[in-house]
Structure formats: C-alpha cells, structure tokens
C-alpha cells in the first residue's frame, strides 16, 4: 500500500480529524459480574427457608386434621341417611301390616319419636 493511500492529518481525540484514536472499550457491565451474598444474608435467607418449611408443615398437618374431619362428618351423614331410610322402609311395613286405625296412631306416635330421635342427633 502506497503512503499517498494512507490517512493524513494530525491524531485527534475528539474523533475529529482524518485520523483518529480508536474507540475505548466499552465500560465493563456491573451486572454481568456475579455478585456474592453476604453471610447475613445466606443466613437471613436459611431462617426465611426454614420458617417456610416449618409452616408448610404446619399447613400439611391441618389439611390431614381437616379431611379426617371431614370424612368422620361425611361418615356421620351417611349413618343417619341409612338410619332414616330404615325408619321409612320400616313405617312403610307398619303401614302395610295395619289392620285398624289403633295401629296406625300407634306407627305415627312411633314416627315421631324416632323423627325426634334423628332431630336430637343432628344438631
């Protein structure tokens, strides 16, 4: 390459001019380096980790207390929906069985007691 081919000029470093400086580096990025936590901090963060576990097991405990809960209700139910069909199949019969009005007085007395009796254990 010939020296007439070459830029003329005087070295600028306000990148004015036929020659320059070449562009600085750019600036290293603060975030691109990894930072470390702190021993306060790994150990802020432990607790916080710990407390997490702790009320999740917490947590867990009262979700097994409730569904046992819920399948002895479910259960309770279940008795007294079976109890009261009985008490329907077994009125049902008497009614059948009746051969005079005494009878009949005597199967809605005996309604209403086991109706009182399935009231009591609702509540």
């Given at each position: ?60 405990t009262q979700v097994s207390m409730l569904r046992t809960e819920l399948d002895r209700e479910r259960s309770e139910r279940e008795q007294v929906v079976e109890r ?40």
């Open positions: 390459m010939w020296s007439s081919s070459l830029p003329t000029g005087t070295v600028s470093t306000d990148r004015s001019g036929d020659r320059t400086y070449p562009l600085d580096p750019p600036p290293t990025d603060e975030a691109a380096t990894p930072t470390y936590p702190t021993r306060t901090e790994l150990e802020a963060a432990a607790r916080d980790r710990d407390r997490a576990v702790s009320e999740a097991k917490q947590l867990r009261y069909e009985y008490l329907l199949a077994d009125l049902q019969r008497l009614e059948t069985e009746r051969t005079d009005a005494g009878t009949f007085e005597r199967v809605g007395a005996r309604l209403d007691a086991m109706v009182e009796t399935m009231v009591g254990y609702l509540r």
